[in-house]
């Protein structure tokens, strides 16, 4: 990599122009660039939900399960910079589909839609869930205008399925459960 990022600001983004991995530039508001933004800001969400206290007996595991996605993350990141080019495998989301299994295995059976909450950690979670919704957008919205792999609107999608699932367990794991919606025009059980 060498001294490729000893200068942070060069100034060159000053006109609403941004370069691409391949030396190209395009508007700073142009659809790659938003999709792109949406997975940086989900990779720093993530980093948040790590920082936050986890329940001892799954803190070990999902530490680890959030900087493998980390860094799966910051390969989608330069997928999406580079036009053309993949980074992103399809074993990379077939380890979703893994832990997906894994999680969801011990949880109990949804009758109810959830609310985000529960503890902090679950709660960010589901920030985590909703901005991995949104880069899922970006991302299938930039496929409609510019080709892209599979790989990239595939691993979103698992994703925000996993941070759901993830949720659920934080709060499971600290002893709590997850919040009900509660239907205001249905008649509630005495």
């Known amino acids: 990599m060498g001294n490729r990022l000893s200068k942070i600001a060069t100034r060159t983004g000053d006109a609403g122009m941004t370069g691409l991995g391949d030396g190209s530039r395009v508007e700073k508001d142009h659809l790659r660039i938003c999709a792109m933004g949406d997975v940086d800001e989900l990779n720093s969400q993530i980093g948040v939900l790590m920082t936050e206290e986890l329940p001892p007996s799954i803190a070990s595991d999902l530490q680890a399960l959030l900087l493998r996605v980390q860094h799966d993350l910051f390969d989608l990141g330069g997928e999406l910079c580079i ?18 299994a894994h999680y969801n295995a011990n949880l109990p059976p949804l009758k109810e839609f959830i609310l985000p909450g529960g503890t902090r950690a679950a709660a960010q979670a589901h920030v985590c869930r909703t901005v991995c919704r949104r880069a899922e957008r970006s991302i299938v919205k930039l496929g409609w205008v510019d080709p892209i792999a599979d790989s990239p609107r595939q691993y979103v999608n698992r994703l925000s399925d996993l ?28």
């Open 163 to 190: 941070l759901f699932v993830i949720a659920r367990v934080l709060n499971q794991a600290a002893g709590g459960q997850d919040v009900l919606w509660k239907n205001q025009n249905k008649p509630q059980d005495s």
């Open 83 to 100: 036009p053309n080019y993949t980074l992103l495998k399809i074993e990379q989301v077939e380890q979703l589909d893994t832990w997906l």
